[in-house]
Each structure stands twice: as structure tokens, then as C-alpha cells.
């Protein structure tokens, strides 16, 4: 029995170890079966080989010359050959492969007479010197030649303008010369560009002005993008951070908070318990970090290991349950919303905006007034609604437990009467 339990126990390792190498497999070829395609910008002399969104990698290239130039549009790769021989236009001859052969030791044809290919002049790359074709660090193009297959979408486009962020969220502005004169940038044009990627607030104008005036094929940072969790929760926006200026997006706080933060367009300011200055980004608004904690207060945690900005928003909750975020500080104390308060309990209450005046239990409760609504201070939650209430540094939660005091209904039921 001891030999049969112990070839048991082998037999379900086996099983667990085929179950492991077979999901495994199954991812590695989900990864590798995901369409790849290239994208080539003349401007910039580039070309990026992505994987869906992601930029897997960037090469540079030559491009072809004002007089021949390299044809714009979207086409396949519809031709793969190692060692190709090259036919010189006009002549009635033919270069082998080998150091004379201008096609280097690999061409992807692109449709018609372009393809991308090696070269036997390497210090053409990153000039507009050739007949129309892509050129290539040969051992780039070796590397390219034995990831991409027949099919490949290769999209060549015209953009002297452009933003991208890395893996490490840093964003970064190109502005590149106007290579056939076919693109004019002008300081609305780029920021149209910003506002696209969700970046319009961050550079000023003098700083894009001096960067379009330089006209360098090298991208000038702009910022830092951050992912973003809020009381435990990963947002889709992120915080973007430039030149020491943190901005938490307006629509994850009122999400997460269950608030509503008015933005004044012509004031460009942001209004919940404060007034506090933001920014409007492609019609988002954003608020500075440093506004944050007189908004709506925080305390914030960085995660370096996971790339995130965890802030911690003072938030009521009941019965486990976010109740409301919409938390004000009253003379170092914290209050909530009264009518929220009532909803979640059942307690029928009397509001009288005109007099602003709560009734619980046929009493005036004491409240704060703000933007017109009642907020009732934790320390006040027992004396009018019987709900205790603990709050939690650490977390930024207040805790209500209903109800403070049990109550005894006993004195009013008849002793004979059953009850269910």
C-alpha cells in the first residue's frame, strides 16, 4: 500500500507538472501568434516594430531622397529573400550578394520595386539618400528579416510630430525636419498632438516654441506617467508629472469618492470643500498634486516595485461599504453628509433648505452647512443618529457601526403578547 501511494503521488506530480508546461505552452503561443506590424516615419527616419499597442522595438533607417521618395501609405510584406541580387535601374546587369550588393544580405519587398533591405554604406543611415527603399543596419535587418513573415502590415507615414511613452510611463515630444516640405508645424499643431495623447497641459508655450524653433531629430522629455490606485482601487487614468508638477486626474477622485468636483473654465479652478487652480486637458480636468490634500485631503504612498501612485482619500464607509467620499474638515474634525447619512440608516428626517435646518426625531440636529447642503461631524453621528464612529489613520476610512447604544424596546411590548 505504501509503493501504490507513493507511485500515486508520482503519478499526480506528473499530472500537475503536463497541466503547468501545457498552460505555459498555451500562453507562449497566444504571445507569438499576436499580429505584429511595422510602422516607418519618414521625418524621423524610424522604424517601429510593434506587437498590437506595444512598441517592441525602434531601428533607424535611410529614406528615400526629395527627388525619389519613399512612397506613403499602408502596404504588406509580400516578398522575403536572404542574399538578394540587385538589378540597377536602367543597366543590363546584375550585382550578386556581397559587399558591392547596395541591398545588404536581406530584403522584405513592401509591394512594386520598394522593400526594406541591409546596405553596404552604413553611414547613410539616418539620411534621406536612398532610391525610395528602407535601409537598415544590416545586423538590424537580419534581426527584422526572422521576426516578421509574409502578410505584415508596413505602414509608412508622414509625421514630424510625435509622442510617445515607454514602458516606465516617460513621455517624450519629437518635432523632426520637414524632409520632402510636405508638413508645416506650427505651436497648434503641436499642441493638438499633446491634446491627443492626453498631455496638452503639460508644456507651456515658450518651451514648444523653442523646441519647434530647434527643429533636432532628438525627443525632448516631457513627462512622467504613473499609473494610479485610489483607496485600493487601479484607475485607467494616471497621474502625469512635469517639472516637479503632479496632476491627479479630476474623474478618478469623483468616481472613487462618489463626489463632484465643479471646474470653472473661465477661473480654471476646481471646487469641492476648496477652491484650488487645475488644468483642462483635451476637456479633463486635472488637479495639482500639491492642491490635493486641500480639496479633498490624502495621504500618498508610492509602489516602485509596480510603477503606481497609491493615494488614500478619506472616505465613510458603512457596513463595509463605501457610504460617501464627499468627507469635509471642520475645525480638525471630519463631517459627512447628513442626508446620506439618514438614507443609509431608513431615518425619516425633515430638511428645510430655506431655514437650513435638519429634523431627526423631532429634534434640530447640529449641523454644518456647505454649498448649501447639512454635514453632520462624526463627533455628533452618536447624539443624532446613534452610529458610532472610528476613524482610521492609516487607512483614511471612517468606520460607522449602527448603533451606538442598543436599544431596549421591552417597556413598550405587552408581556402576554407573542412576538415573532
Excluded at 505584415?152 to 514602458?167: A, F, M
Excluded at 437650513?356 to 455628533?380: Q, R, S, W, Y
Aim: include cysteine; proline fraction near 6%.
Amino acid at each position: 500500500m505504501a509503493v501504490l501511494g507513493k507511485q500515486m503521488g508520482k503519478l499526480v506530480i506528473c499530472l500537475m507538472v503536463f497541466v503547468i508546461i501545457m498552460t505555459l505552452s498555451v500562453d507562449v503561443q497566444a504571445m507569438l501568434s499576436s499580429p505584429l506590424h511595422i510602422i516607418i516615419n519618414i521625418p524621423s527616419c524610424t522604424l517601429e516594430l510593434y506587437q498590437n499597442d506595444t512598441l517592441l522595438k525602434e531601428y533607424p533607417v535611410a529614406i528615400g531622397k526629395p527627388a525619389n521618395p519613399t512612397p506613403i501609405g499602408e502596404f504588406t510584406i509580400v516578398d522575403k529573400e536572404i542574399d538578394p541580387a540587385w538589378y540597377p535601374p536602367g543597366k543590363d546587369v546584375v550585382v550578386p550578394s556581397g559587399s558591392d550588393n547596395p541591398l545588404g544580405y536581406r530584403w522584405l519587398g513592401v509591394g512594386g520595386l520598394y522593400g526594406i533591405h541591409g546596405t553596404n554604406t552604413p553611414r547613410s543611415i539616418g539620411l534621406p539618400v536612398s532610391n525610395g527603399c528602407i535601409r537598415m543596419q544590416e545586423e538590424d535587418v537580419e534581426e527584422l528579416f526572422e521576426l516578421v513573415d509574409y502578410g505584415t502590415v508596413v505602414k509608412i507615414e508622414y509625421q514630424r510630430v510625435k509622442v510617445r511613452v515607454s514602458d516606465s510611463g516617460q513621455a517624450s515630444l519629437g518635432i523632426y525636419p520637414d524632409i520632402y516640405e510636405r508638413q508645416k508645424v506650427t505651436l497648434a499643431t503641436v499642441k493638438q498632438t499633446l491634446d491627443k495623447a492626453g498631455l496638452g497641459s503639460l508644456a507651456d508655450g515658450v518651451f514648444l516654441k523653442n523646441l519647434i524653433a530647434a527643429v533636432s531629430d532628438r525627443r525632448a522629455m516631457l513627462s512622467q506617467l504613473d499609473n494610479l490606485k485610489i483607496n485600493g482601487t487601479l484607475r485607467t487614468e494616471c497621474t502625469v508629472s512635469w517639472q516637479g508638477n503632479k496632476q491627479i486626474p479630476a474623474t478618478a477622485l469623483e468616481d472613487n469618492l462618489q463626489i463632484a468636483a465643479k471646474w470653472n473654465k473661465k477661473q480654471q479652478t476646481l471646487k469641492h470643500q476648496n477652491i484650488v487652480p487645475g488644468d483642462l486637458d483635451d476637456n479633463r480636468a486635472n488637479i495639482h498634486d500639491k492642491y490635493l490634500a486641500f480639496l479633498v485631503g490624502r495621504q500618498e504612498i508610492w509602489n516602485d516595485s509596480k510603477n503606481y501612485l497609491e493615494l488614500l482619500l478619506p472616505v465613510a464607509k458603512f457596513e463595509g461599504n463605501i457610504l460617501s467620499g464627499n468627507i469635509q474638515c471642520i475645525n480638525n474634525t471630519y463631517a459627512i453628509p447628513a442626508l446620506t447619512v439618514a438614507e443609509a440608516l431608513g431615518e425619516r428626517v425633515i430638511w428645510r433648505p430655506a431655514n437650513a435646518e435638519l429634523i431627526v426625531h423631532g429634534k434640530t440636529a447640529p449641523i454644518k452647512l456647505i454649498d448649501g447642503m447639512p454635514f453632520i461631524t462624526i463627533d455628533n453621528l452618536g447624539k443624532v443618529y446613534n452610529l458610532a464612529a472610528e476613524w482610521d489613520e492609516k487607512t483614511q476610512v471612517i468606520s460607522l457601526t449602527y448603533p451606538l447604544h442598543p436599544v431596549d424596546y421591552s417597556m413598550w411590548l405587552d408581556p402576554s403578547a407573542e412576538y415573532l
